[in-house]
């Protein structure tokens, strides 16, 4: 089993900053790419920023410049740390993992999504 915890959403003022954590545990033989996604309300979800195993990452063209993703390979963590936060960065943020497992089985996981909101 794979299990996600996310933490580090919160209410803040514009122009502000807010990291999420991500930490993957469970039984994992292999994490290739980590990602980032958001939903805000009305809206689909969408792909905010992915990191690969090796640490290229992409973003999409909204955050560039003010969001960085990252991750540590050995603590099976990754972050996104959000700065020049606007309203329209209001959302519920989601981990994404793509894992291999103990099963050798190979699937993308999800965390319980934690919540962003940024007033102006």
């Known amino acids: 089993q794979v299990l996600l915890a996310e933490s580090g959403g919160g209410l803040v003022q514009s122009g502000g900053s807010l990291r999420l954590s991500c930490a993957v545990s469970g039984s994992i033989i292999s994490i290739y790419d980590m990602a980032w996604y958001r939903q805000a309300p009305g809206k689909q979800r969408e792909l905010v920023a992915t990191?690969?195993?090796?640490?290229?990452?992409v973003y999409t063209d909204s955050v560039k410049g003010r969001f960085t993703i990252s991750r540590d390979n050995a603590k099976n963590t990754v972050d996104l740390q959000m700065n020049s936060l606007e309203p329209e960065d209001t959302a519920v943020y989601y981990c994404?993992?793509?894992?291999?497992?103990?099963?050798?089985?190979?699937?993308?996981?999800w965390g319980q999504g934690t919540q962003v909101t940024v007033y102006s």
């Open positions: 994404n993992v793509d894992v291999r497992d103990s099963d050798y089985s190979r699937g993308h996981y």
């Open positions: 990191i690969s195993s090796g640490g290229s990452d």
